[in-house]
């Protein structure tokens, strides 16, 4: 079965580097997703793609994060600086149908030092 | 806004026992309803959904009903199983590409 693919899957850091996520949707995905999920918390939404354009980033820090989807495919989520309150896991999700139904990668679990 | 509130865990069951997780959702108009499983080292599944007031989403034994009138859509299973043992939430969104809002999630143990 198709699946959502991330890396790194896991990423340790000081704060102030830069860190870059990866994720791979399933092909022919038109709707992909950028989540953040705070331990204990459920997944909060940072940036919502359609094929290459932004649909929401009203919850992404701009200051600081970064999120692009050039050919529509793939997608890289940056973060320059990292803070230790950016520690988390990351999860992509990628969809055909909007959101009736998402399928999440294993995600990202970061971690700033 | 929108919002949903889970029951807090852990919770821990044995073998063959019942379940029940409680989800309530504050929302406008009517959302869809959705319950995601996380098993351990895995991304989240879509479990099962109800997109409407009363219907019963329903899969691998589990159910939940939409009931407008309790703003709820609670998790039930008749018999878990070890297998079962996973992080569950339960989420909303309204129809179109209005994102998701999920629930805090509920861990659940099941011990033989």
Known sequence: EAEVAQSPRYKITEKSQAVAFWCDPISGHATLYWYRQILGQGPELLVQFQDESVVDDSQLPKDRFSAERLKGVDSTLKIQPAELGDSAMYLCASSLTGNEKLFFGSGTQLSVL | ?112
């Open chain 2, 1 to 112: 806004g929108n919002s949903v509130t889970q029951m807090e865990g852990p919770v821990t069951l044995s073998e063959e026992a019942f379940l029940t997780i409680n989800c309530t959702y504050t929302a406008t108009g009517y959302p869809s309803l959705f319950w995601y499983v996380q098993y351990p080292g895995e991304g989240l599944q879509l479990l099962l959904k109800a997109t409407k007031a009363d219907d019963k989403g329903s899969n691998k034994g589990f159910e939940a009903t939409y009931r407008k009138e309790t703003t709820s859509f609670h998790l039930e299973k008749g018999s878990v199983q070890v297998s079962d043992s996973a992080v569950y939430f339960c989420a909303l969104c309204h129809s179109g590409n209005t994102p998701l809002v999920f629930g805090k999630g509920t861990r659940l143990s099941v011990i033989a």
